[in-house]
């Protein structure tokens, strides 16, 4: 039996009426057997297991004011403009659309202009916004209207923007509030524009998203717009995704935010991700240069730095040796061959990070290079770690190496070697985007509830 209303088994009614009497003295923001059967359904039944989580979820809503959050509170100026999320019109089925550009999201200027409660609290305003939207749609309907569809827009992801440590950190911890606050509240989850490195970020990510969500997934091909309206009418969609609403724009903006990178004036501080006392120190001395070894024993070992300076740019980028070469007459010279490009970074103004993709074992070879001034020395902190492929991480998605700078203030950097395999989609957690359309995937959508 489902678990919901007109399908419950004998079992599942007795643990519906067991529930509601062992949370008779407290109040409860609803009080139907919908909501009840929506935590039950969440544990599978298990009663004792439901009741603590709603006592937590009463304690949760108190600690964030959720019952007054959508009058008094305000997010800040930066989560307006730059969080790309809002909600337009409904599915064929009547229930209510979320849109979510998370190819948009600026994962590391949100860590660098926000602080975590804040953006916590705004998912929570959401949450409560999709309570309103349900209790509308339902008033409008007729009938019980309890779960939404969500959009969600891949492009733009990009391991540049995404495979961000504090990103990650942030999708979990978003993603581990909604679970235990907002269970069961999604129809479906319909994704569109996936790019070929999605199956990767997903990876890192697929962890914090139960089962039943993932099978809620519906992945479109190259013709996503034709295969999106088979979901949602043209009179409810916008432009920009097949629709005929333009609401002033094809994004139809006036509801959903664009998105973007976020401008360095929001930002409150110089933020890095491991804080340098736990870093290592070099002194770059003026017109000269620091190269630091790092030997890398499995192919698919992602290196992973971030690194700041204290006063002063400073050229940086990585190497890997190619063996020896023997010249006629002259000492034998190793050649190394560049996989990050050496350039001047501005890390005394924002912390540099970044990823490199290993396809191959061998020895990498990081350079600060600090030639160029005759003046000025230059203190370097950095960190350098080295991720050996994973069970979840070692998926062959791709032949070719790639190599991610993760700098900011510049444009998205992509670099490939090799020949990359052609478009397809596979079933399970290989899933790559391509020309036809997968359902029940184990791919997640990014930060939403569960259904």
């Not at 827009?153 to 495979?163: K, T, W």
């Not at 504090?166 to 479906?188: A, K, T």
């Not at 230059?378 to 080295?386: A, H």
Request: a negative charge; charged letters at 25%; aromatic letters at 10%.
């Amino acid at each position: 039996m489902s678990g919901h209303i007109g399908d419950l088994s004998p079992a599942q009614e007795e643990a519906l009426r067991k529930l509601k009497a062992s949370l008779s003295d407290v109040t409860l923001p609803e009080n139907d057997d919908y909501f009840f059967l929506r935590w039950l359904r969440a544990v599978k039944f298990d009663v004792q297991r439901a009741e603590d989580r709603l006592r937590k979820h009463l304690e949760f809503r108190r600690e964030f004011g959720a019952d007054t959050i959508l009058t008094d509170w305000s997010p800040p100026e930066v989560l307006v403009k730059y969080y790309p999320t809002g909600f337009f019109g409904e599915d064929r089925d009547g229930h209510p659309v979320y849109y979510d550009n998370i190819g948009n999201l600026d994962p590391r200027g949100l860590h660098r202009s926000c602080k975590l409660e804040d953006i916590v609290k705004l998912k929570v305003m959401q949450s409560e916004m999709w309570q309103a939207k349900f209790r509308e749609f339902t008033e409008q309907k007729g009938r019980k209207i309890e779960t939404i569809t969500c959009v969600i827009d891949m492009e733009n992801l990009s391991f540049h923007r995404h495979y961000y440590r504090p990103g990650i950190n942030l999708f979990s911890e978003l993603s581990g509030v909604l679970q235990r606050n907002y269970p069961e509240r999604n129809h479906l989850i319909l994704v569109v524009k996936a790019p070929r490195i999605f199956p990767a970020l997903y990876n890192l990510v697929k962890h914090f998203i139960d089962e039943n969500t993932r099978s809620k997934i519906v992945i479109f091909g190259a013709n996503w717009k034709e295969e999106l309206l088979q979901y949602i009418s043209p009179d409810q969609l916008p432009q920009a995704y097949g629709g005929t609403r333009c609401e002033p724009d094809p994004m139809c903006t006036n509801f959903i935010t664009v998105g973007g990178d976020i401008p360095p004036e929001y930002y409150m501080t110089n933020l890095t991700e491991t804080s340098k006392e736990d870093m290592e120190s070099v002194v770059v001395s003026r017109g000269s240069s620091y190269e630091r070894e790092f030997t890398v024993e499995l192919p698919e070992t992602v290196i992973r730095w971030e690194f700041i300076t204290s006063d002063h740019d400073i050229s940086f980028g990585w190497y890997q040796k190619s063996g020896a070469k023997r010249r006629r007459f002259l000492p034998t010279m190793t050649e190394m061959s560049e996989v990050v490009p050496m350039k001047r970074r501005n890390s005394h103004i924002i912390p540099e990070s970044g990823s490199l993709l290993c396809s191959t074992a061998g020895i990498y070879v990081m350079k600060f290079d600090n030639s160029y001034s005759w003046t000025r020395s230059k203190e370097v902190f950095y960190s350098v770690k080295l991720l050996p492929p994973d069970t979840e991480l070692s998926v062959p998605l791709m032949a070719a190496e790639e190599i991610v700078e993760e700098g900011t203030g510049e444009e998205d950097e992509f670099y490939e070697c090799g020949d990359c395999p052609g478009d397809q989609t596979t079933q399970g957690s290989d899933l790559s985007p391509g020309d036809q359309t997968t359902q029940g995937s184990d791919l997640s959508p990014g930060d939403q509830t569960t259904q």
